[in-house]
């Protein structure tokens, strides 16, 4: 059962690029900025499930701060060990200058 | 190996590798900073990427803390008083492309440790590559592996003139950003062994490093990276030693093993470092990280470790088992006497569908030393019929000393078959008392005992390895029952 | 929903929820000082400790995000009420505690207390009567309030407390129920118990806790117990709070000389539990049996953390865990063995067995040994698998379906530790709880 969140404002991105989108208990999900496009995914490393939206955004590329895990913020897919597998990945779209993410 | 040793041939309790040689040394300046990175990187030749790799390394290093969750004491660490470079002046020399010989201090150091580095004393059957301090000073045996395609060369040399390969594996299985030692070595390792065996190749001799330290005050940073292509094996071996110093040493090693389709590996690991004497003072700090890919398909590798010296180990040799069908294997006896802390053990992540995985650890602990196991087993919810089978036993050896086992082990799949099982307890003195009665003497009758509690072990190791093994830990032992 | 702005640094968190300083200042009103004094001193520890987080070694596998503390309000004390008409199963004791939302009872139906033989009193009540009694065990001997974050809470704030005595060489016939239930939406219920059983003195106590699955509660519990010299005691913990509720137990139990403590926990409730139990063998000759069963289906999380300790020579401890996992469910299980310097002459064994019944569903399981003396035989052995094929293969060739194969597989696995409940009614409901997870 999918429903679309809404989830922050086109111009919460203005002097960042990424938030951490909060639903409750586990449902906390990263929101990133690249070259204008948004992108949802986790905010859990697959490695040892710590929140990790924090960590260094390189072009599509996130990397975890703890252990370096990276993974592909388009697709979720993991790119590097010690990432144990890829991240969920959410739609995202934009409304009226509202972002929405599909939970 | 051992027969050449004649000189050291007395078992006694003293640590006998313990001299110190008198050579002639080419060395940075204490501390840790870019300059020095970029110092050593130039010394070594290497290009552009790795320095800047080193960087990116250094950089990270800088914002970790360095952990303190292993059951081990120790003090603080000064980052900013160890030399991350030190040579022996003629090889230093002779990498600038000069044509030196080997230092004789450097050839009688490792002739005293049983370790020829000269092609025409070579031993039968082991390739040999020799480390000391920061550099790599020998390889051995190079035509007959040259001949099967072979690379098997420091990775200092491997970086200059196999640098696709070293590119695309290094780091790939232990990146830079994996845990602090792991970092510290990425910046500033010196050097290491590097082996690559073609597809379908069995290699003929074992492969084997020994590394020594010398120099005072000195980390030593090696790299170790061996990849074994499909359908190839390969037997490595490694050793250890270094002189005795009332002060602690940092050794942070980083080796990383690749296993593509259906190849084999197997490492075998005699440590030996000094460690520290009856009162805990001086000895190695040995940081070390281990782990094995299991890339392919049916892929298998072997960790068999024997730890015997350092005053503190910290190592987990591991497995990704990422490959289907592929298996991976943990042996390790692990004694510790005097005040010697040893946190160690072993992860095996089942990624890759029929993985199967073996743990046997075997520690004993003797005066007041601190013997840890430490282990993970993981099964991944994509990983269909996995199985795990892990012993982990412990023989305390006296009433002052510790032994613990922590294991840790999580199964995401219906289909996975996991067992643990660990016991600690008193060295058997049903058996004692049954050798005894039969007219041998204390000591002989522990030394068998101990023997067989590690015997599962040793019969994984090549004949000459084992020999040694038994040696060792004999030596390890004289003087620890009242 | 909100949205958090990224900041590099966090800061430090010590309230957790609604257990703050204000809701602080209304607990505990009117208190005699005995207990005022360790409730603020728990509320110091409390202050000077920081709230969980994912990163704390203690909490990676059990996110404290899965507990919504901020949706609970801090309640003041519970009042006494009259107890109300007799529950099922009351006759088998001779004491019930009934602890709800609007108060708790105390029913002394055989007279055991009336007749001296036990004592059950609300806390505040026993510090002013039995001062002298209570007294030595009010300093946390066994449950320091530096323990945990959730002990020095609980501590701070409990709005529930008991006292349990038996004195030197009774026998409590029935035994005593303590039934907690709750209902309604964010209540907290923070119970605190202190159990002494004099010298000689023998008796069994069942917990058991109940909620309808769509009241979302919380409960942060405290337990402690005292077995003074050769006391024997059964405990049984029967945690069947619903799904929505979540709880964070601590409880340990002291052995001294000679006596014996079977503790049986069985958690089938919660949506998010995180326990931790342990055991203190303390005299020559203690004696500690833990047994616990669990079953973590849906989304059920359940974390477990076992301790045996010996810090005596001439101690014994066994341990046996068994529990499932199904669908998204998730279970934690470590135990840890440790024999403290000069505990010679130990014998401790730790049995953790996990079934994982569907992919996606998850077990860890971390047994560990921490030796610190020699003349001991410690041992653990722990497995993850599921039950097995060859056996629902036998019993499907002798004509059995399918379902019925596993669901007397999983009775066979369960009732290794189901068969040592004493209570005949409790054992068939873990019947119940299992057929019903496995769809008979």
Known sequence: MK??????????????????????????????????EFYAISAYCTHQQVQMVHGYLDGHELMCPLHGARYDIRSGEALALPAMGPVKTFNVKIEDQKIFIEV | ????????????????????????????????????????????????????????????????????????????????????????????????????????????AFEKLGIPVEEQERLQGVA????????????????????????????????????????????????????????????????????????????????????RINAMDTGQFERTLIVADKGSYVSYLEGCTAPMRDTNQLHAAVVELIALDDAQIKYATIQNWYAGNAEGVGGIYNFVTKRGHCRGRNAKISWTQVEAGAAITWKYPSCILQGDGSTGEFYSVAVTNNRMQADTGTKMIHIGNNTKSTIVSKGISADQSKNTYRGMVQIMPTAENCRNYSICDSMLVGSECSANTVPYIEAENSSAIVEHEATTSRINEDQLFYIRSRGIDEESAINLVVNGFCKEVFKQLPMEFAVEATKLLEMKLEGSIG | MSTIDLAPERAVDTVVGPFDEEAFNVCGKGEPSLLRAKREQGFHVYKNLPAPTSFDEEWRRTNPRLFPF????????????????????????DVVVNVGNDGYSIND?????????????????????????????????????????????????????????????????????????????GNALVPQVLIVLGEQSQASILESMSSPDDASCLSIATKEIYLQPAARLTFVTNQEWGRGACQIANDMAM?????????????????????????????????????????CNEKQHIDQKTLQIHSAPHTYSRLLYKGAVQDEGHSVY??????????????????????????????????????????????????IGNLDPDQVFYMRSRGLAEVDARRLLMRGFYDEVADRIPYAWVRDQVHRHVDARLGV
């Open chain 1, 3 to 36: 429903e679309w969140m809404e989830a922050a404002e086109v111009s919460d991105f203005d002097r960042t690029n990424r938030k951490l989108v909060d639903f409750g208990g586990l449902q906390q999900i990263g929101l990133f900025k690249v070259d204008d």
């Open chain 3, 255 to 295: 052995v001294d000389s000679d006596a014996q403590i079977d503790w049986i926990t069985l958690n089938f409730g919660t949506g998010v539990s995180k326990l931790k139990l342990g055991c203190d063998v303390c005299g020559s000759g203690a004696c500690a049996e833990l047994d616990g069963l669990f079953f």
């Open chain 3, 109 to 185: 139906r055989t007279g055991a207390i009336r007749g001296g033989q036990v004592m059950v009193l609300p806390l505040a009540e026993a510090s002013e009567s039995c001062a002298d009694l209570i007294e030595p065990y009010l300093n946390g001997q066994a449950l320091p309030s530096d323990w945990d974050k959730f002990v020095a809470l609980n501590d701070a704030f409990w709005n529930f407390g008991l006292f349990i005595y038996v004195p030197p060489g009774v026998e409590l016939e029935k035994g005593i129920h303590l039934k907690y239930s709750m209902s309604g939406d």
């Open chain 3, 334 to 383: 470590q135990g840890v063995i440790q024999a403290r310097p000069g505990a010679v002459k130990v014998d401790a064994y730790q049995t953790n067995n996990n079934l994982v019944l569907s992919n996606g569903a998850k077990a860890d399981t971390i047994p560990g040994l921490l030796i610190d003396a020699d003349d001991l035989k410690c041992s653990h052995g722990a497995t």
């Open chain 2, 1 to 108: 190996m051992a027969d050449i040793d004649t000189e050291n041939k007395l078992v006694d309790n003293e640590y006998k590798y313990g001299f110190v040689s008198d050579v002639e040394m080419d060395e940075a300046p204490k501390g840790l900073n870019e300059d020095i990175i970029r110092f050593i990187s130039e010394k070594k030749g290497e290009p552009e990427w790795m320095l800047e790799w080193r960087m990116k390394a250094y950089q990270w290093w800088l914002t970790k803390d360095e952990p303190r969750w292993a059951l081990l004491d120790y003090p603080e660490i000064d980052y900013q008083d160890i030399r991350y470079y030190s040579a022996p002046k003629q090889m230093s020399e002779r990498f600038k492309g000069e044509d030196g010989e080997l230092d004789p201090e450097v050839k009688r």
């Open chain 3, 70 to 93: 901020a949706d609970f309000r801090a309640g003041g004390a519970l009042p006494r009420i009259e107890p109300d008409d007799p529950g099922e199963h009351d006759e088998d004791f």
């Open chain 2, 128 to 211: 040999v590559d020799a480390v000391f301090d920061s550099v790599s000073v020998a390889t051995t045996h190079r035509e007959v592996l040259e001949e099967h395609g072979i690379i098997f060369c420091s990775i200092s040399e491997a970086m200059r003139e196999h640098p696709d390969l070293v590119r695309k594996y290094l780091g790939s299985v232990v990146p830079y950003t994996d845990n602090f030692f792991a970092s510290l070595n990425s910046a500033v390792f010196t050097d290491g062994s590097f082996a690559y065996i073609p597809p379908g190749v069995r290699c003929p001799v074992e492969l084997s490093t020994y590394f």
